[in-house]
């Protein structure tokens, strides 16, 4: 049996508040086996009958980088489009991604067809193959941050592009893109907060049906 403390519990509690989204990293390298040891701690997450859908892809070939950035700028330029005067000048201002510094990038897919777990559990909600693989990129996200590893989510990409540049299966649906590395800083505030995007929100008032 193994019982967590309350120094435990409040540390755990600063790990959740100082986790952060990084989009500014140091280049510093990684030190050998960082990615394979934080892969091995997101496969401990929960999945849907089991299934542990998650299929992860270390993008280490500087061409295959190269064109994921380009990428991200091509989808980024269109995401700027969809914003007018002010808005858009804060838009254009954002650092929304880390490619070019990170020392490591890590693609993230879902297997859609995982014959793992027999289907239990997803046969009225096939999306919860996805939620498994995004509940096993938070356990990352969380460890990485408990080693003063920052990790930076990246989406601004075409799905089918990143499928392509990576040549993976068929059944492999692109989840998340990652960059991982070591913060430039450290903030317990999300960056779009500082840079007055958006304000993060308590849980608001909660419904209740009785
Ligand atoms: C599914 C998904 C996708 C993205 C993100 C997150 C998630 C969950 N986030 C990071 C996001 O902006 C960030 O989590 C919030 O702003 C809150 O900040 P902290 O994570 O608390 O630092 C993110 N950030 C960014 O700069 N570029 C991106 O493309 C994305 N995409």
Not at 19 to 33: A, E, I, M, N, S
Not at 96 to 106: D, I, Q, T, Y
Request: net charge neutral; hydrophobic share 40%.
């Amino acid at each position: 049996m193994v019982a967590f403390d309350d120094a435990f519990r409040r540390q755990l509690h600063e790990l959740f508040v100082w986790r952060r989204d990084v989009r500014r990293f140091r280049t510093d390298p990684l030190p050998d086996g960082t990615l394979e040891r934080l892969i091995e701690i997101a496969c401990l997450s929960p999945s849907v009958g089991l299934s542990q859908p998650w299929r992860f892809v270390v993008v280490d070939d500087a061409a295959r980088r190269r064109a994921v950035i380009e990428d991200f700028k091509s989808c980024n330029a269109d995401a700027l489009k969809s914003y007018s005067g002010e808005r858009a000048a804060k838009y254009a201002a954002l650092k929304l991604s880390g490619l070019a510094e990170a020392p490591g990038h890590l693609a993230v897919f879902a297997e859609k067809d995982a014959t793992i777990g027999s289907g239990l559990g997803r046969a009225t909600m096939p999306e919860t193959v996805d939620y498994s693989v995004v509940a096993a990129i938070c356990s990352m996200w969380l460890a990485a941050r408990a080693e003063g590893i920052g990790l930076g989510w990246v989406s601004i990409l075409d799905p089918l592009r990143i499928h392509d540049i990576l040549d993976v299966p068929k059944s492999w649906k692109f989840i998340g893109y990652l960059c991982v590395g070591y913060p430039e800083a450290e903030c317990d505030r999300p960056e779009l907060e500082q840079a007055k995007w958006e304000s993060r929100r308590g849980p608001g008032e909660f419904t209740i049906r009785r």
